[in-house]
């Protein structure tokens, strides 16, 4: 038997339109192409920059508690965010000269999803008083407990990358959520393709040993799908699947 067909969905940040656009266009695929057993990774960072994390978090809770075969995994804006809810601490990986409400990452923006708003970034304690009366527990706690990596025999997803010299079992959370030079510039074959966001690239590409789906949804730019089956990978486009080949 064939292993499940994989659909992985880039960084969202918030644009919801997008992520409705990419699940419709995943629905129609399936359709189009009778796909049996899949899944549909969303590759983290649901949150920030763009303008409705807050309705994005609830589609997903929705859909995974509907039954959907959806698995989504924690990006280090994902983790910024309840580290500044739960203690109003900063991610101990992110620079000392930036937390989760500077202009530069977008948790202001993503608090106005939640009805917060009049806030210079600086003024912490009385955002966080307000966030944690209007920010539903259930959403701390599902961005809390989401995983930071999933594995499969066709494929390994983390939002980020992983560190290269250290076996898949043993990832830690800081590298599958942060990671970029030592995980971009390593060129030998890892244990399997890795799939991954968290760095935007202007179209999807596949490196040979791993493959960027991040095509900048933060900023304006479009939210990219794939599909990995047995025939190989394939982008999502609004004209169907478009084949994703290797770099060089």
């Known amino acids: 038997m064939s292993d499940p067909v994989l659909y992985a969905i880039g960084d969202i940040h918030g644009d919801l339109d997008q992520m409705l656009m990419i699940h419709d266009r995943i629905a129609q ?5 009778a796909v049996g057993p899949h899944e549909v990774i969303h590759i983290g960072d649901l949150v920030d920059r763009r303008f409705n994390s807050r309705q994005v978090i609830d589609h997903l ?8 075969p959806w698995v989504v995994l924690k990006g280090n804006h994902d983790r910024m965010m309840t580290l500044f809810l739960d203690n109003m601490e900063q991610d101990p990986v992110l620079r000392k000269d930036l937390t989760w409400l500077h202009p530069r990452l977008g948790g202001l923006t993503t608090l106005e999803s939640y009805g917060i708003s009049g806030f210079d970034h600086t003024q912490e304690k009385e955002i966080l008083a307000e966030a944690r009366a209007k920010v539903p527990a259930a959403h ?6 989401l995983p930071a990596s999933h594995d499969t025999p066709r494929a390994f997803f983390a939002h980020a990358g992983i560190e290269p010299n250290t076996p898949l079992p043993d ?11 030592p995980f971009h510039d390593h060129t030998r074959p890892y244990e399997k393709l890795v799939v991954h966001g968290h760095t935007p690239v202007d179209i999807v590409t596949h490196y040979g ?7 900048g949804a933060a900023y304006g730019r479009k ?4 599909v990995l089956d047995d ?4 982008e999502l486009t609004e004209h169907g699947r478009a084949e994703v080949h290797r770099e060089g």
Not at 29 to 33: C, E, G, K, L, V
Not at 61 to 68: A, L, P, T, V
Request: hydrophobic fraction near 40%; glycine fraction near 6%; aromatic fraction near 6%.
């Open 29 to 33: 695929d399936i359709t189009a192409n």
């Open 231 to 234: 025939s190989g990978v394939w």
């Open 171 to 181: 990832q830690i959370e800081d590298h599958l959520i942060w990671i970029r030079a």
């Open 209 to 215: 040993n791993r493959l960027n789906i991040d095509t």
């Open 61 to 68: 809770i929705n859909g995974q508690q509907d039954g959907k």
């Open 140 to 145: 701390r706690d599902y961005l809390r407990d």
């Open 223 to 226: 939210l990219s799908a794939v």
